[in-house]
């Protein structure tokens, strides 16, 4: 992603923005800039408009990665949190993924797996030591 979002911020934008991300509202920077409320407010929405984010939090996250030189995320990649049970990804890190990005419904559907497959795998397992057993001549105690 371009970084001319960013370049197109003002400087009074930028420092309303770093306020944001600390938590403050609109009086308080209005206060500390010596300015009023709907100035900050409005200063924000034009700010918001130009990265193209819903709330003001959002734009002073954004802003805060760019000044960290994080790369902003492509817009067009899927969001991962949003995925739907299919594919189920793997519940365990690999190469391509090192870090847990399952959704709650991929969560419930491994807990579903584990909690029908662990049990059904056991008892495949013990009938099929039993069919050995008998195959091979032993007794079954019953």
Do not use: Y
């Not at 034009?46 to 939090?57: D, E, I, N, Q, S």
């Not at 802003?63 to 990649?77: I, K, N, S, T």
């Not at 949190?81 to 870090?99: D, E, F, H, Q, Y």
Request: charged share 20%; aromatic share 4%.
């Amino acid at each position: 992603m371009s970084e001319r979002p960013f370049e197109a911020l003002t400087d009074r934008q930028r420092i309303m923005l770093r306020h944001v991300l600390v938590g403050r509202t609109s009086a308080q920077i209005a206060r500390e800039l010596g300015t009023t409320p709907t100035t900050v407010d409005d200063q924000m929405k034009k700010a918001m408009a130009k990265l193209g984010v819903p709330t003001r939090a959002d734009a002073a996250r954004e802003f805060a990665a760019f000044e960290a030189g994080l790369q902003r995320p492509d817009p067009h990649a899927p969001e991962l949190r949003n995925a739907a049970l299919w594919p189920l990804l793997l519940p365990v890190p690999t190469k391509s993924r090192p870090t847990n990005e399952l959704t709650w419904v991929q969560i419930l559907a491994w807990g579903a797996i584990m909690a029908i497959g662990f049990p059904l795998l056991i008892t495949i397992a013990a009938l099929l030591m039993i069919t050995l057993r008998q195959l091979l001549g032993g007794t079954v105690h019953h």
